[in-house]
């Protein structure tokens, strides 16, 4: 069994983007992300630390807005447009998930597509689904596909398992499997026989936010498991993997921390200065 090292993989790549960070310093350009956080949820002031702190160790310029939890709708909006508006803004995202009073969707179709490092703009998610080139890619699928490239597991021809189907991860990740020529099965919470999906898939992804969903006994010998869940269970992180059984049977697991996880990230600076390079050729 193979560890699929994500932190390892999103070091050696933010090496890389700090250079090109610097080589952009010198165009007289400098990359900029805008992270909004509205509310005091802890899980999501973790998360924007942890990319304020992995922008700070590309030299990418961080701005974080806090908002009170009772910030309307409106008062928002009015921030995303004025970030939209500045020139020195390469990428806007607000952290999920929002105060109930806020819709999000009306949130996320508001950040300029241009900006929209996370990937979840309409336009954006459109030309993932015609596999067309020049938008963003959402941050997680993107990741995980950086793993798969990274370790050499071929994607085409290959029975592929999704579990789960948010907009988030699961369908994104399902289209980009599927333009990469692999045969693609969605499974969700209304699923009736998990376990004959993926008994015989040779890849599984699993993003549904369940601890230990899938067992030892749901998976063939050599499978490519990739857990992109994120659980707190006894004050311990793990994923929506049975971790140690399973991995007795794959031949290619990620852990839990350490996997995934940091690749998101990476991927969000890497859609930053890729946004940052677009302003150039403006």
Known sequence: MILLEGKKLSDKIKENLK??????????????????????????ATYVGSKAKACEQCEIKSLVYKLDVNTTQ?????????????????????????????????????INFYKDVDGFHPFNVGNLNLNLKGGFLPCTPLGVMKIL??????????????????????????TLLLNA????????????????????????????????????????????????????????????????????KASYITPVPGGVGPMTIAMLLENTIKSAKNRIKK
């Open 19 to 44: 250079q090109e960070v610097l080589e952009l310093k010198a165009q007289s350009v400098e990359p900029c992300l805008a992270v909004i956080l509205v509310g005091e949820d802890s899980a999501s």
């Open 149 to 174: 490239e990274h370790y050499d597991i071929k994607l085409q021809g290959a029975s592929v398992v999704v579990i789960g189907a948010s907009n988030i991860v699961g369908r994104p990740m399902a």
């Open 181 to 248: 020529n692999a045969s693609v099965s969605i499974c969700h919470i209304y699923t009736k026989d998990l376990k004959a999906y993926t008994k015989n898939a040779d890849i599984i992804i699993v993003a549904a936010g369940c601890p230990n969903l899938l067992k030892e006994d749901m998976i063939k010998e050599g499978v490519v498991v990739i857990d992109v869940g994120i659980n707190r269970v006894d004050g311990r992180i793990v994923g929506d993997v049975d971790f140690e059984n399973v991995s007795k």
């Open 74 to 110: 409106n008062e928002l909006l009015a921030l995303i447009n004025t970030l939209n508006h500045d020139d020195s803004i390469d990428g806007i995202l607000v952290q999920l998930p929002l105060p109930i009073h806020i819709n999000k969707d009306i949130i996320l179709e508001s």
